[in-house]
C-alpha cells in the first residue's frame, strides 16, 4: 500500500510541476522552446522535483493520518 501511495503521489507532484511550468513557458514561442537547451535542464529539472515532492508529501499524509 505504501508504494501505491507514493506512485500516485509521484504522479500527482508530476503533473502540478508540468502544469506550473505550462504557466511560466506560456510566453515562449515554440521556435525558442526548440532551440533553447538550458530551458530543457531548468524547468525539466524542477518538474522532477515537484513529483519527488509529491510523493514524499503523499507519503508523510500516509504515516501521519492512516498509520498512527
Known sequence: MTAFVGIIGFVFGFAFGVSIIGIFLRARSKSELIENKSLRW???????????????????????????
Open 42 to 68: 531548468t524547468y525539466g529539472l524542477a518538474v522532477w522535483i515537484f513529483a519527488g515532492f509529491g510523493a514524499w508529501a503523499a507519503l508523510w499524509i500516509y504515516e501521519a493520518y492512516f498509520l498512527s
